[in-house]
């Protein structure tokens, strides 16, 4: 880049006259509105008048979509220029909405009986306690609309729903006064409304059909979740000797006399066996002898 040298100006004053100091070649450059703000170093003016250049929409009317609600870039993209170049003269604007919106909210709402006592912000967070919503996660925005009338606007989020309200903001004494422009901003100012409630509607036969498959289906899904416990195994227990039969000839003798007893039935239901019935008698009673003794004709020797 070759520098020049002011030489002077044409006679008709609109051209400066340049000069090349080595070649000594001269040029002409035009004296207008840039050249005289580069002169002055107003750099501000030379970017109004770069986008007067570049594009068709004017620094003012920038400032005036931006007023009425429009954002940085949507105005860029209308005016075909980069986002920091409109920042440049959205910024100022942009400041006066945000200041606006923080007066709306010192504002009082008008009611049927006339201005609030409560502010806007006051009434605003009271219906968010109710309703058990953060109202430090709202957002507050403004802007001024075709009839010159500030419009302020409330942003917030419940689950996965955008919801807004918008007021209608008059400046004026004790911090003016806003009305409510949809039934979102409505509902904030009277969280607890006498209206009748909503009809439900008729369930539609696929829902029917639904509900019934479902009740046809839940004891199964019961059944399968909730499975009859296996019976516990039966407790161990040593097994008890159960009194067998014992051998006529081994029953010992009673320690005291008694009276004669049958036999137990476990004995008649036996064959006769080799061994003897038990001696049932006092011990100084005479021994009788057996029917074995007596067929074989053998004397006894138990005693």
Do not use: C
Request: hydrophobic fraction near 35%.
């Amino acid at each position: 880049m070759r520098a020049l040298r002011v030489i002077g100006l044409e006679d008709d004053g609109k051209s400066v006259i340049l000069e090349d100091p080595d070649r000594g070649e001269r040029f002409v450059l035009p004296a207008d509105e840039r050249l005289r703000a580069a002169a002055r170093g107003d750099l501000t003016r030379l970017g109004q008048i770069e986008i007067e250049v570049e594009s068709q929409m004017r620094p003012r009317e920038i400032q005036a979509r931006i007023r009425a609600g429009e954002s940085v870039a949507q105005v860029a993209a209308a005016a075909g220029l980069p986002a920091h170049r409109v920042e440049r003269y959205a910024y100022p604007v942009l400041l006066e909405r945000s200041r606006t919106a923080e007066l709306a909210q010192r504002a009082h709402p008008v009611r049927e009986d006339g201005p609030d006592v409560q502010t806007l912000g006051e009434v605003v967070a009271h219906s968010f306690g109710l309703r058990g919503q953060d109202y430090a996660d709202v957002s507050w925005d403004s802007w001024r609309g075709e009839d010159g009338r500030w419009v302020v606007q409330l942003h917030w989020t419940a689950g996965r729903s955008d919801n807004l309200a918008h007021w209608a903001f008059h400046p004026g004494a004790q911090g003016g006064t806003v009305t409510a422009l949809d039934d979102g901003a409505m509902e904030l100012m009277d969280p607890n409304p006498n209206r009748t409630l909503r009809t439900v509607r008729p369930v539609t036969q696929l829902a029917r059909q639904a509900l019934e498959l479902e009740k046809q289906a839940e004891p199964e899904i019961l059944a399968r979740e909730e499975p009859a416990p296996p019976p516990p195994p039966p407790p161990v227990q040593e097994p008890q000797p159960t009194p067998d039969p014992v051998p006529v000839a081994e029953e010992p003798a009673p320690p005291a006399p008694a009276a004669p007893k049958q036999p137990p039935a476990a004995t008649k239901q036996q064959p006769p066996r080799k061994d003897p019935p038990p001696k049932r008698g006092k011990k100084n009673h005479p021994i009788v002898p057996s029917w074995e003794d007596v067929l074989l004709g053998v004397r006894s020797t138990r005693g």
